[in-house]
């Protein structure tokens, strides 16, 4: 049973940073996704076993980044400039696919973290 645990969340203004990380009990494919009230999630992020190789999706390229430690058996989500429309419920996820972009790439998620954007 693959184990993630998010941190890093809570109340942030518009215009700052933010990091998120995920602690996975194992070395996976990592990825962040979020989700709106009443929507789908959607992609944000993810990062391959090494580090090597990241995507991300349209509307935070530039302003997020994905990373990893893999001595802490951890990955992060490094949010900057953010804006109130990235207030949403983030999680991670983990797998054994790449690349990997959709939910069903990802087979264990973690529990989210809320993250609001005041303006």
């Known amino acids: 049973q693959v184990q993630l645990i998010e941190s890093g969340g809570g109340l942030v203004q518009a215009g700052g940073s933010r990091r998120l990380s995920c602690a996975v009990s194992?070395?996976?494919?990592m990825g962040w996704f979020r989700r709106f009230p009443g929507k789908e999630r959607e992609f944000v992020a993810s990062?391959?076993?090494?580090?090597?190789?990241?995507y991300y999706g349209d509307s935070v390229k530039g302003r997020f980044t994905i990373s990893r430690d893999n001595a802490k058996n951890t990955a992060y989500l490094q949010m900057n400039s953010l804006k109130p429309e990235d207030t949403a419920m983030y999680y991670c996820?983990?797998?054994?696919?790449?690349?990997?972009?959709?939910?069903?790439?990802?087979?264990?998620w973690g529990q989210g973290i809320q993250v609001t954007v005041s303006s």
């Open positions: 990062i391959n076993w090494t580090g090597s190789s990241t």
């Open positions: 194992g070395l996976y494919v």
């Open positions: 996820a983990a797998g054994n696919k790449w690349p990997a972009t959709w939910p069903g790439d990802f087979r264990s």
